[in-house]
Nanobody, 115 residues
Framework: VQLVESGGGLVQPGGSLRLSCAAS????????MRWYRQAPGKEREWVAL????????NYADSVKGRFTISRDNVKNTVYLQMDSLKPEDTAVYYC?????????WGQGTQVTVSS
């Protein structure tokens, strides 16, 4: 099982990034996918989720209206489009796959929002 995030980097406030998480080794289309983030010195927090067929999404209040989660069940990939980025969005972003008693994590990708 692998979840591999990519797309992180350094961006100025107000800018955009698109994170990707490529999945392999499990039935991706059956799993709800989530993005989490962890800032230095803080606990990991949930950011967004998308149900297995992509029919439902939900967001943390801190990112609602700025971030968009989506998935491609053919490419086994989940995305996080991040717009209007703020310095407080700086964190390591992790993707998560969960279904019943199974849960998998990626290794994370760093996002830094700074001028």
């Amino acid at each position: 099982v692998q979840l591999v995030e990519s797309g992180g980097g350094l961006v100025q406030p107000g800018g955009s990034l698109r994170l990707s998480c490529a999945a392999s080794g499990f039935t991706f289309s059956s799993f709800t996918m989530r993005w989490y983030r962890q800032a230095p010195g803080k606990e990991r927090e949930w950011v967004a989720l998308i149900t297995s067929a992509g029919g439902s999404t939900n967001y943390a209040d801190s990112v609602k209206g700025r971030f968009t989660i989506s998935r491609d069940n053919v490419k086994n990939t989940v995305y996080l489009q991040m717009d209007s980025l703020k310095p407080e969005d700086t964190a390591v972003y992790y993707c998560n796959a969960k279904r019943l008693g199974y849960e998998y994590w990626g290794q994370g990708t760093q996002v830094t929002v700074s001028s």
